[in-house]
């Protein structure tokens, strides 16, 4: 907004301040005298750049930290044109700070002049590289990993790799994604497989996850599983098995109760400040440290938590030592533990009554709740009860069956919330796009089709609430289970199937995509069609009619094969 005098520009964010003020300071001021204000102010500023640069950095809130031999002129105009803000580095350089969107994202890594955030509203990874000269900086951006995942970021910006660990919240071993790319070539490594757990890169070469399943002479054992970090390397990172470089054992007091409650453990480095929650300790000297926190939950003992501080070049130097021999070693406790600087524990023997055992009982009467108003089709409503309650409830594990169920749920509405975006996608489409538009409108619908169809495919091959007992005609709770599966499993597969068909003009490869469906349903493995038995829900003659519409489709580009589609 611009206010003029005879024409002239006047600066608008200060000069609208300074009259507020003035009208809050001398209330019998006549709102006549506002102009000559405004002429005055604009008098007094139009020929000092000094005194506009200096009223643009308190308009914005920043500091001045352009080099000595800028002129005034070109830092104004660097000021008012990039729009950007300032932050002092660390030797007294620029350092031009792109906004982050208006979202908030919620999982984020700075390391040196890298950033790497996640944008949940659009679905996307970013990572950019600042500088002083913004316009140059990298900005580049995936996919983001399955929906309803838990996120944790790692950037090593000197190897040009960001990996992502996604936790699967709707299996309740929280099965683990890891996928590390590489912004300057381009080139994506992904792992899947492993417990729950999170991951850091800790030095330019080594790459460090929590394992609870190490085997050792003894049988199982919680440690750190080392890996060795490879740039462009055929096997970046590697959740399954036992494809470790080197394993850490923890000492088996640090879980007394292994078989018995819940345990978590946090693993981050002092040098990713996203995962920075409290202050540091002090510490020895001025080595990165590696932040070990275990958390262990029972009846027990309530609620322990122990933090270990690791010296990174202490560990570093350790390892060395059998850096020459190229077996897979395993150092237990005794053998590693001068590389811990710091240590603490924290007990708290209230904490399991009004958390685990208020949780377990919230959880049963949730899936109480949602069974009754799934069974009777009230999708809507369900839905709207989810959402009401606390996201803590997906985090309880016991009794496992009722939290499975729970977490079933969970799963079952990411997908109908996805199958929504999908639709809102497609009435976005106007013959008038520009080939720009509809190139990027193309690339969203496509990835939300196959989020779609990759998730659903995983909710059928899955025993998706299928309880462990065979159902009782006096048990209720699997009477209704039964019933929601026979109205939901039909209705997922059939949309899907129609989704996939009626997508075929713009992503044709969606035909083998249907007619590949058909094979899981009919597969006696996963058992689908006797789903399809519900008098009141989707018959399977309507989806038999459905894939023959689809064969028929395949053969629409010509031929006479109708099994080219698949092949």
């Avoid at 002239?8 to 003020?21: D, F, G, N, R």
């Avoid at 209705?491 to 989704?499: D, N, Q, S, T």
């Amino acid at each position: 907004m611009e206010a003029t005098t005879g024409g002239a520009p006047i600066l608008s964010l200060p000069m609208e301040l300074t009259c507020v003020w003035l009208l809050m300071v001398e209330r019998d001021l006549s709102l006549i005298f506002i102009p000559k204000v405004c002429h005055y102010w604009y008098t007094l500023v139009r020929d000092n750049l000094e005194l506009q640069y200096q009223i643009e950095l308190e308009a914005h809130g920043v500091q001045d930290n352009c080099p000595v031999e800028m002129s005034l002129m070109d830092r104004l105009q660097l000021l008012r044109h990039k729009q950007t803000a300032w932050r002092t580095g660390m030797v007294g350089d620029m350092l031009s700070v792109m906004k982050l969107p208006r979202s908030s994202p919620t999982m984020w890594a700075f390391n040196g002049n890298s950033i790497a955030y996640v944008d949940k509203a659009a679905r996307m990874v970013h990572y950019k590289q600042l500088g002083a000269d913004s316009l140059s900086a990298e900005d580049c951006t995936w996919p983001l990993p399955d929906v309803g995942t838990s996120l944790a970021l790692s950037l090593d910006p000197d190897q040009d790799l960001l990996a992502i660990a996604s936790l699967d919240t709707t299996m309740l071993n929280g099965i683990s994604d890891t996928a590390v790319w590489n912004w300057k070539t381009g080139v994506l490594q992904k792992r899947v497989g492993g417990p729950r757990t999170n991951m850091i890169l800790v030095t330019d070469a080594l790459g460090m996850i929590w394992n609870p399943k190490i085997l050792t002479d003894d049988g199982l054992a919680g440690g750190l599983a080392v890996h060795v970090v490879q740039k462009n390397a055929s096997a970046l990172w590697s959740l399954s098995g036992q494809s470790y470089d080197y394993a850490l054992l923890m000492p088996s007091f640090l879980f007394e109760f292994l078989e018995f409650g819940r345990h978590e453990v946090r693993l981050y480095s002092s040098r990713q400040t996203h995962c920075q929650s409290s202050v540091f300790p002090p510490a020895p000297d001025a080595d990165q440290l590696i932040t070990l926190d275990m958390f262990e939950f029972n009846e027990l003992v309530g609620m322990r938590t122990r933090r270990l501080l690791i010296s990174c070049s202490k560990l570093v130097t350790k390892l060395q030592e059998r850096r020459d021999d190229s077996q897979r070693h395993v150092l237990p406790w005794d053998e590693w533990k001068a590389c811990v600087v710091w240590a603490s524990e924290q007990t708290r023997r209230d904490a399991f009554e009004p958390q685990m055992t208020a949780g377990m009982r919230y959880v049963e009467q949730a899936n109480v709740i949602l069974r009754y108003f799934l069974a009777a089709g009230r999708v809507h409503v369900a839905k709207k009860l989810l959402e009401f309650l606390p996201p803590e409830l997906a985090s309880i594990n016991e009794p496992e069956e009722r939290a499975t169920e729970y977490l079933n749920y969970r799963q079952f509405f990411n997908i109908w919330a996805l199958l929504d975006r999908i639709v809102e996608c497609q009435a976005l489409e106007t013959p008038h796009m520009t080939r720009d538009t509809r190139a990027a409108w193309l690339h969203d619908y496509k990835t939300l089709i196959v989020q779609a169809r990759e998730q659903i495919v995983k909710l059928l091959t899955t025993d998706w609430l299928i309880a462990e007992s065979d159902i009782n005609g006096g048990d209720r709770r699997l009477r209704e289970l039964t019933r929601i599966r026979q109205l939901y499993v039909p209705e997922l597969i059939i949309r899907l199937h129609a989704m996939l068909v009626n997508s075929r003009s713009k992503i044709p490869e969606n035909v083998k995509h249907a007619l590949e469906l058909a094979n899981i349903v009919a597969d006696s493995r996963y058992r689908l069609y006797e789903d399809f038995a519900n008098q009141n829900g989707r018959k399977l003659g309507d989806y038999l009619g459905a894939v023959r519409q689809a064969v028929l489709a395949g053969l629409e580009n010509g031929g006479s094969d109708p099994f080219k589609a698949i092949t």
